[in-house]
C-alpha cells in the first residue's frame, strides 16, 4: 500500500487527487491537505467582484467533494515538506505535527507578494480571492467618478483578470450612465498584451481597449503605493480614486529552503512534472517553473499528467505522459467582443485568435460544468 499526500485545494491538487484515485487500486491511501475546506474557482471572481454570480456559484464545500472520490480531506496549514525525509511538517488544522507520505503531489499554488509593494496592503484591492474580490465589489458599487487605475506588478504573471476587470468597469458605467465621468488607466510593467508573447493578440487587445476608451501605461512597473496615487521606482506617479492591482507572485514558502526551487520559489520540474532532483515528488499548478502567465488550464493539465506518471511509477509501469506548455484563454469583456486566444508557448507560429460573444458564454459554460461536477 502506498501513501500518497497530495497538497493543495486548488485545480492542480483537486484534480491530481481526482485523477489519482480513479488510476490506483483501493489498497492505495490518498490523502488531500489544503488550509481551506472550500474549493474556490478563481476565473469567475471577476464575475464575483461585478455582482454577476454569487459566492456559491463559484466553490463548492471540498470535503464533500472528495468523499465520494475516495480521497481524505485534511484541512491545515502546510508550514513545510521535508522531501528527503518523506515528510510533511503541519502548522495547525485538524491535524498538527508531521504527516509521512510515500510519494507527494506539491500544488499549493503561488503565494501574493504585497510586501514588495509599499502602501499595498492599506491602499489597493485585488481580487485573487473570495473576500477581496467581494470587498472590491462593494468599492465598485460605491465609484461614482474620478480616475479607476487596474493594474498588475513586475511578477504578477496574470493578465487576464486585469483585462478583464477594465472592460467589465467600462461596461458597468455604461449601463449606470457614468461612464463619461470615470476615466479608466490600466498600468503594467509589460507593453499591453506581451505576456501573450503574440502581435496579433496585443492588436486585438487595443482594438478592445480603444473601443471602450481604456488608456493603457506601459512600463509602469508599480513599488509604491498611497491612498491617491501609484508610482514607479524612477518616480512616475498616476493619481487614482480607485485602485485594484494585482500584487507580485512567488512561490510557496513551504518549499523555500528545499534547494528544488528556482530563485523566485517556483519548484523546478521536468514535462512528466516530476520534481527534479528528487524522488517520488510531484509537482502542479501556479507552484511551478515554466514561463509565462500561470493559469487553471496549465494546472489541470499539468495535474493530469502528474497522477498518470505517478499512478504508473507505484504500478511500476514507465511514466509516459508528458506536459505541453500552452495558453489557452479567454477575456470576457462582459458583452459581445471576447477574445479566446490559443497559443503554444515557446512556438514562433501565431497564436489562434477568435472573437464574439460565443466565447463568454463558453467560459461559462466550463465554471458551471466544474461546479455541477463537484457539488
Ligand atoms: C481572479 C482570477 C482570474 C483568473 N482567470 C483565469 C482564467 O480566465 N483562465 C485560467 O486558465 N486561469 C485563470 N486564473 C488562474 C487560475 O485560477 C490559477 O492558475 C489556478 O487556480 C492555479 O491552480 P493551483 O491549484 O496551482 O493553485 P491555487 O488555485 O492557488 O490552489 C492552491 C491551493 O493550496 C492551498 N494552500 C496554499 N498554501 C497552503 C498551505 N501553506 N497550506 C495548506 N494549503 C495551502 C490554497 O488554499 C489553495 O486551495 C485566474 C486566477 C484568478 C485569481
Same mark, same amino acid.
Given at each position: ?14 484534480? @491530481? ?23 474556490? $474557482?478563481y ?5 464575483l467582484?461585478?455582482?454577476? *454570480? !454569487? ?16 480521497v481524505?480531506? #485534511? ?5 513545510? +515538506?521535508d ?10 488544522g %485538524?491535524?498538527?505535527? +508531521?504527516?509521512?507520505?510515500?510519494y ?9 507578494? /504585497?510586501?514588495? #509593494?509599499?502602501? $499595498? ?6 481580487l ?14 460605491? $465609484?461614482?467618478?474620478?480616475? @479607476?487605475?487596474?493594474?498588475? *506588478?513586475?511578477? /504578477?504573471?496574470?493578465?487576464? =483578470?486585469?483585462?478583464?476587470?477594465a ?6 458605467? !455604461? ?9 479608466? /488607466? ?16 496585443? @492588436?486585438a487587445?487595443?482594438?478592445? $481597449?480603444?473601443?471602450?476608451? +481604456? ?7 508599480v ?7 501609484v ?6 506617479t #498616476? ?15 513551504a ?11 517556483? #519548484?523546478?520540474?521536468?514535462?512528466a ?5 528528487? %524522488?517520488r ?5 501556479? *507552484?511551478?517553473?515554466?514561463?509565462? =502567465? ?5 494546472? /489541470?493539465?499539468?495535474? !493530469? ?8 511509477? &507505484?504500478?511500476?509501469?514507465? =511514466? ?10 479567454? &477575456? ?11 497559443? %503554444? &508557448? ?6 489562434? &485568435? ?22
Amino acid at each position: 500500500m502506498a501513501k500518497v499526500l497530495v497538497l493543495g485545494g486548488g485545480f492542480g491538487g483537486v484534480v @491530481a487527487a481526482e485523477r489519482l484515485a480513479e488510476q490506483l487500486g483501493d489498497e492505495h491511501q490518498i490523502t488531500l491537505v489544503s488550509r481551506s475546506r472550500q474549493f474556490v $474557482f478563481y476565473p469567475s471572481l471577476v464575475k464575483l467582484a461585478f455582482g454577476k *454570480c !454569487e459566492t456559491k456559484d463559484v466553490s463548492f464545500d471540498l470535503r464533500h467533494a472528495m468523499l465520494d472520490r475516495r480521497v481524505n480531506f #485534511i484541512e491545515a496549514e502546510v508550514a513545510r +515538506i521535508d522531501p528527503s525525509a518523506r515528510k510533511v511538517a503541519i502548522a495547525h488544522g %485538524e491535524v498538527e505535527g +508531521i504527516l509521512p507520505y510515500d510519494y507527494l503531489v506539491f500544488a499549493l499554488g503561488r503565494r501574493l507578494a /504585497t510586501e514588495r #509593494i509599499s502602501g $499595498f496592503y492599506d491602499h489597493a484591492h485585488h481580487l485573487l480571492n473570495l473576500d477581496k474580490a467581494l470587498k472590491f465589489g462593494k468599492a465598485l458599487a460605491n $465609484f461614482h467618478e474620478g480616475h @479607476a487605475v487596474i493594474g498588475q *506588478c513586475d511578477g /504578477t504573471r496574470l493578465p487576464v =483578470p486585469v483585462y478583464e476587470t477594465a472592460l467589465a468597469l467600462s461596461r458597468l458605467l !455604461e449601463e449606470k450612465g457614468e461612464r463619461d465621468r470615470v476615466q479608466i /488607466t490600466v498600468v503594467s510593467p509589460n507593453e499591453l498584451g506581451a505576456e501573450f508573447e503574440d502581435p496579433e493578440a496585443a @492588436a486585438a487587445l487595443d482594438k478592445t $481597449f480603444a473601443a471602450r476608451q +481604456i488608456q493603457f501605461v506601459s512600463n509602469f512597473a508599480v513599488e509604491a503605493i498611497t491612498q491617491n496615487s501609484v508610482a514607479t521606482g524612477n518616480g512616475r506617479t #498616476i493619481a487614482h480614486d480607485l485602485l485594484m492591482l494585482l500584487p507580485p507572485f512567488r512561490g510557496s514558502s513551504a518549499a523555500s529552503h528545499t534547494g528544488i526551487t528556482n530563485d523566485e520559489g517556483y #519548484i523546478n520540474v521536468d514535462l512528466a512534472m516530476r520534481v527534479l532532483g528528487q %524522488e517520488r515528488v510531484y509537482a502542479a499548478g501556479d *507552484c511551478v517553473n515554466f514561463s509565462g =502567465p500561470k493559469m487553471g488550464h496549465m494546472a /489541470t493539465r499539468q495535474a !493530469e499528467v502528474a497522477a498518470r506518471n505517478l499512478a504508473a511509477e &507505484i504500478d511500476g509501469r514507465e =511514466p509516459v505522459a508528458r506536459y505541453v506548455h500552452e495558453l489557452k484563454l479567454v &477575456i470576457d469583456e462582459a458583452g459581445s467582443d471576447n477574445i479566446y486566444l490559443y497559443k %503554444e &508557448i515557446g512556438n514562433e507560429g501565431p497564436a489562434i &485568435i477568435k472573437r464574439g460573444r460565443f466565447w463568454s458564454l463558453a467560459k461559462r459554460a466550463q465554471q458551471e460544468l466544474w461546479q455541477l461536477s463537484h457539488v
